[in-house]
């Protein structure tokens, strides 16, 4: 039997973190990926190939608003195989960088197969038995399929499946308005399909700031049909057509489509791993970790969408750090997600980081301060004609960071000094003092700042003591 230092279960984002980290360092290290390369769901089905469709529907929208804007003929249809076949050269690019050859080349020996627990500290896959003295859990997660009559009668398609189609759906039904659903959903209603969202909740996004979500709804209103607080109860296929049993305020109709993307969250792969049979405990499908993201034994870690507290891949890179200088230093660092973004990439982008002003004013009452600038107050979105979006900071008393939300176009780019000035504690006005050139779109962030100094010099007792001042001085 092989022994290492430590075993990686999983070869995505948090898995190679850790592996890497751990091998960098001197340690001998283990890696098991299910499939037959590395780089997990969110290089394969996730991040890169979503974000690179959204670029390319990006490309055909901004066609269309100049051939309206400008008054030049375009027509004809978007060849949907050419479409992915950029998206499969974004994740050929990058899969060289998460390649087998270059994590042996750091020592780290690569098993491809399903892994899983035979004991504590031993781990079988493909019929061999490896030893680790610590091992890190990142196998990540899977669509979660809800129990829709008739669902399994049908061909449904997934995050996993959907960048393989070869032809345009003419008719798509995306039942589920998370970020998932909501950024496919634009991009193909942008492409061209007829593009129709069911969310079963009353509200899109309903973790983000409020007032934020409707410039994103508006948006996406003119793409494509919106059902809000509506469910599927049935599927059944007819043909090459599937037809959906939907309901609303108690009203049911029927739905006919060419294609169905289901896109209602997702489940940890953690069921084939026998936690249960080495004492790991595991809630509502998700594996218990403490603070350091060790589970119920204390030699066994767990990260990224096991877990299910922030999933995201940045997170699970941030999951994966800890968890290497935990298991195999000791260093006993504590993982903190209270200074971690997440971006949903729609146009306009939604940018999320810390509480809402909701949450803000549940937990410090009336102890808040609320900045905002609308992008249609900045030269640089007005002459670049995107206007459609709001930035959004809240500040405590004393003017640190608590929360920050923005939409607007490529949000997640300007809005990213605000996570170092909450990361580091620095308060919202020193960033009025940072020179930001002119025109950028970053200037909304220092404009905001500026409201801090203004609020500061008319509000209190700050302008009976610059009249005195002003007094004094003539």
């Not at 301060?369 to 930035?391: H, I, M, P, Q």
């Not at 607007?408 to 000094?417: L, P, S, V, Y």
């Given at each position: 039997m092989n022994k290492y230092d430590l075993i990686v279960l999983g070869g995505g984002a948090g898995g190679l973190t850790v592996a890497a980290g751990a091998a960098n360092m001197g340690a001998k290290v283990a890696l098991v990926e299910k499939n037959d390369e590395l780089g997990g769901d969110c290089l394969h089905y996730g991040c890169v190939p979503s974000k690179a469709l959204i670029d390319a529907a990006k490309i055909v929208h901004s066609a269309e608003e100049a051939s309206a804007a400008f008054d030049f003929d375009l027509s004809g249809k978007v060849n949907l195989d050419k479409v992915m076949d950029r998206v499969h050269a974004a994740i050929a690019d990058i899969q060289e960088h998460d390649s087998k050859e270059r994590f042996e080349a750091l020592g780290i020996d690569v098993y491809f197969g399903k892994g899983h627990f035979?004991?504590?500290?031993?781990?079988?896959?493909?019929?061999?038995?490896?030893?680790g003295k610590r091992i890190v859990i990142a196998t990540g997660s899977s669509p979660f399929i809800p129990p829709i009559e008739g669902i399994d009668q049908i061909d449904y398609l997934t995050n996993e499946s959907i960048f393989y189609l070869k032809s345009l759906p003419k008719r798509l039904v995306v039942v589920g308005g998370g970020p998932i659903g909501l950024e496919l959903s634009q991009a193909f209603a942008r492409l061209g399909s007829e593009v129709t969202i069911i969310e079963g909740a009353p509200a899109l996004m309903g973790r983000e700031d409020e007032e934020i979500v409707p410039y994103l709804q508006n948006a996406l209103e003119k793409d494509l049909t919106l059902k809000l607080?509506?469910?599927?109860?049935?599927?059944?296929?007819?043909?090459?057509?599937?037809?959906?049993?939907?309901?609303?305020?108690?009203?049911?109709?029927?739905?006919?489509?060419?294609?169905?993307?289901?896109?209602?969250?997702?489940?940890?792969?953690?069921?084939?791993?026998?936690?249960?049979?080495?004492?790991?405990?595991?809630e509502k499908g998700n594996i218990v970790v403490n603070k350091q993201l060790q589970t119920t034994q204390k030699q066994i870690y767990a990260i990224g969408d096991t877990i299910g507290t922030f999933p995201f891949t940045h997170a699970a890179g941030m999951e994966g750090k800890v968890a290497v200088s935990n298991a195999v230093f000791g260093l006993w660092r504590k993982i903190k997600y209270d200074a971690?973004?997440?971006?949903?990439?729609?146009?306009?982008?939604?940018?999320?980081?810390?509480?809402?002003?909701?949450?803000?004013?549940?937990?410090?009452?009336?102890?808040?301060?609320?900045?905002?600038?609308?992008?249609?107050?900045?030269?640089?979105?007005?002459?670049?004609?995107?206007?459609?979006?709001?930035?959004?900071?809240?500040?405590?008393?004393?003017?640190?960071?608590?929360?920050?939300?923005?939409?607007?176009?490529?949000?997640?780019?300007?809005?990213?000094?605000?996570?170092?000035?909450?990361?580091?504690?620095?308060?919202?006005?020193?960033?009025?003092?940072?020179?930001?050139?002119?025109?950028?779109?970053?200037?909304?962030?220092?404009?905001?700042?500026?409201?801090?100094?203004?609020?500061?010099?008319?509000?209190?007792?700050?302008?009976?003591?610059?009249?005195?001042?002003?007094?004094?001085?003539?």
């Open positions: 035979l004991e504590k500290h031993v781990v079988g896959v493909n019929n061999k038995k490896i030893e607080n509506t469910k599927v109860t049935k599927v059944e296929q007819s043909g090459e057509e599937k037809i959906l049993t939907v309901e609303q305020d108690d009203q049911s109709e029927a739905v006919t489509v060419d294609a169905v993307l289901i896109a209602t969250g997702r489940r940890p792969n953690i069921e084939s791993l026998n936690l249960n049979e080495i004492g790991v405990k595991s971690v973004p997440w971006v949903t990439y729609t146009d306009p982008e939604i940018y999320h980081l810390g509480m809402t002003e909701n949450e803000a004013s549940e937990k410090y009452g009336e102890d808040i301060s609320v900045y905002k600038v609308g992008v249609d107050e900045v030269d640089r979105f007005v002459a670049d004609r995107e206007t459609n979006g709001l930035l959004k900071i809240i500040t405590n008393k004393k003017g640190y960071i608590i929360g920050a939300h923005a939409a607007g176009k490529d949000a997640g780019n300007w809005m990213q000094e605000l996570v170092y000035a909450k990361r580091y504690k620095r308060k919202i006005g020193t960033i009025s003092n940072v020179i930001h050139p002119y025109p950028t779109k970053g200037a909304i962030v220092q404009q905001a700042a500026d409201q801090y100094w203004r609020n500061k010099l008319f509000e209190g007792v700050m302008p009976k003591l610059i009249k005195k001042y002003i007094r004094w001085f003539r």
